[in-house]
């Protein structure tokens, strides 16, 4: 089955920066979208980042962009997500997403689909 791992989060001062991995296993992902999401303590999930198979398109909510760049490794089955001037708003567990079916970039209202990883924990003190 679909298996996603998360790493490279991590405790971090606000201004800093940090690269979070994704590696997914299970099948093929050719053609598959890949998203970021993130919940805050007490909030819902939400949207962070998208990119579509080829790498072309990316998609991201509007309080991360020029901020965060998420990338992609088909070779490696490896998405990436690499945080810059982080902020104390920018704390919460952050997962990796994949779709049931290949497809391009969903809008930021896409909740996601049924593959989510464990989460990798991100904190930014101010």
């Known amino acids: 089955q679909v298996q996603l791992v998360e790493s490279g989060g991590g405790l971090v001062q606000a201004g800093g920066s940090l690269r979070l991995s994704c590696a997914a296993s299970g099948r093929t992902f050719s053609g598959y979208a890949m998203y970021w999401y993130r919940q805050a303590p007490g909030k819902e999930r939400e949207f962070v980042a998208a990119?579509?198979?080829?790498?072309?398109?990316?998609s991201y909510t509007d309080s991360v962009k020029g901020r965060f760049t998420i990338s992609r490794d088909n070779a490696k089955n490896t998405v990436y997500l690499q945080m810059n001037n982080l902020k104390p708003e920018d704390t919460a567990i952050y997962y990796c997403?994949?779709?049931?079916?290949?497809?391009?970039?969903?809008?930021?209202?896409?909740?996601?689909?049924?593959?989510w990883g464990q989460g990798t924990q991100v904190t930014v003190s101010s």
């Open positions: 997403n994949v779709p049931e079916q290949p497809g391009p970039v969903r809008g930021t209202w896409y909740h996601g689909g049924p593959y």
């Open positions: 990119i579509s198979w080829s790498g072309a398109t990316t």
